[in-house]
């Protein structure tokens, strides 16, 4: 088993913060001394359909994007997610969604709107933050730059000239395609490590950074988005109702003690995820990892033959019945369904059970006497020796039944 980050270069407008949540990941697996070789890079877009070495992902990038089947639907069975900085700007989960993240409690949620709707659905949760607060903080502070990034224009009247005319105004938003963009985050991220004196911006993934290296910050938004909804504890979260109150010589937050709280949280969570699944996947995946034979399901194969011969047009209502009630019988259901959906089960027999199966109660099959010419699909061995008598004494076609026939 091993450990997994991702890969994401955005289809639109790249967000160099996005990547910045990926950079963090590394520095985590760093700290708990991952060998590089044991962590696996899988693009975001394509964690639905990953099928390599089982891994366990550290979920804190935004899944905004829509997937039928929400969240579940996002990860591959190979993949075991971590959920430690979860945001959902939706209010509201799917059932399978209440299932599948119940599965991985507890779930550490990035803001406190997300943390409401998870816990609105009892799923056991906790209010994590972004996972950027644990970037590292620098080793000196002799930055002498001012950074103004991607500041709404109405903060602008109100910075001061003296920090406003020297000042490097950048911008994380870049809709021109880029071949790296982790790579152009990090430059921006050393930048701002090596230079700044002071950052002034209305980014989540440029003031948390900050932040956490130690860098000075003024963190200014028109308008407070809910993703912000953890971040006031740290650092003062200034809006347009307040610009004129900005203190524009702050100081560096200090919380490496509360830095250590979270990392440990953090690498607790991983290791002992990796340590309750590891063992079994591996296990799994010794027999997985293989050249692949074709297989069928051998005691299937009578029945699909006949089913294939006689249910040829794909819209046409056909008529049939099972007779017994085993694993045999949903697989003939379900393969029929598939195959001819106006098909139509007319009756289920069963010799020992009463109960409902596919939408009809099961009925002796003696009461096949009164539909002698219906199609029946016999899904249990037992049967054929009291079908044929049956079949025989009605002098039932034998093009009108099939028995599930072992293949040796």
């Not at 070495?53 to 804190?60: A, H, K, R, T």
């Not at 069975?77 to 059932?95: C, R």
């Not at 006689?310 to 008529?319: L, M, N, Q, S």
Request: glycine share 4%; charged share 25%; proline share 4%.
């Amino acid at each position: 088993m091993k450990y997994a980050n991702y890969i994401f270069n955005a289809r639109g407008v790249n967000n160099l913060g996005d990547n910045m949540q990926i950079i963090t990941i590394d520095k985590i697996y760093e700290y708990m001394k991952i060998p590089k070789e044991d962590i696996i890079y899988i693009d975001k877009n394509k964690t639905g359909t990953y099928n390599g070495e089982y891994v366990i992902l550290p979920v804190s990038m935004p899944l905004i994007d829509y997937v039928e089947g929400g969240i579940c639907n996002r990860f591959s069975d190979h993949i075991i997610p971590v959920f430690i900085g979860l945001t959902l700007a939706k209010d509201s989960l799917l059932p399978q969604e209440v299932s599948y993240l119940k599965k991985y409690e507890p779930i550490g949620c990035r803001d406190e709107r997300t943390l409401s709707t998870v816990r609105a659905y009892g799923i056991d949760s906790y209010l994590h933050g972004c996972i950027t607060a644990l970037l590292p903080k620098r080793e000196n502070n002799d930055g002498e730059k001012v950074f103004i990034v991607d500041v709404c224009d109405e903060l602008l009247e109100f910075i001061p000239e003296d920090i406003k005319k020297d000042a490097i105004y950048l911008s994380h938003m870049h809709a021109e395609h880029i071949e790296d963009p982790k790579y152009m985050a990090m430059e921006y991220y050393e930048k701002y490590k090596n230079d700044a004196r002071l950052v002034i911006t209305s980014l989540l993934h440029c003031s948390v950074p900050c932040m956490a290296a130690g860098i000075p910050v003024v963190l200014a938004k028109k308008y407070i988005s809910y993703r912000f909804g953890w971040l006031d504890k740290l650092l003062p979260i200034y809006n347009i109702n307040n610009f004129k109150d900005i203190d524009w010589n702050p100081q560096t937050i200090e919380y490496e003690e509360h830095k250590k709280i979270i990392m440990d949280i953090t690498i607790d969570r991983l290791r002992n995820t990796f340590n309750k699944y590891s063992k079994v996947c591996d296990l799994s995946w010794f027999y997985e990892d293989r050249q692949k034979n074709e297989y069928i399901v051998d005691a299937f194969e009578s029945i699909k033959q006949f089913i294939d011969s006689k249910f040829i047009d794909k819209d046409f209502p056909y008529e049939y019945s099972i007779w017994g009630l085993t694993q045999m019988s949903e697989l003939t259901v379900s393969y029929i369904r598939k195959k001819c959906p106006n098909a139509i089960l007319k009756h289920v027999y069963d010799k020992y059970k009463r109960v409902y199966f596919a939408g009809k109660i099961s009925q002796n099959p003696e009461k096949i006497v009164d539909n002698p010419n219906e199609i029946i699909i016999v899904t249990t061995n037992g049967a054929k020796k009291m079908a044929l008598e049956l079949f025989d004494a009605l002098n039932k076609s034998k093009d009108s039944y099939v028995f599930f026939e072992p293949i040796k």
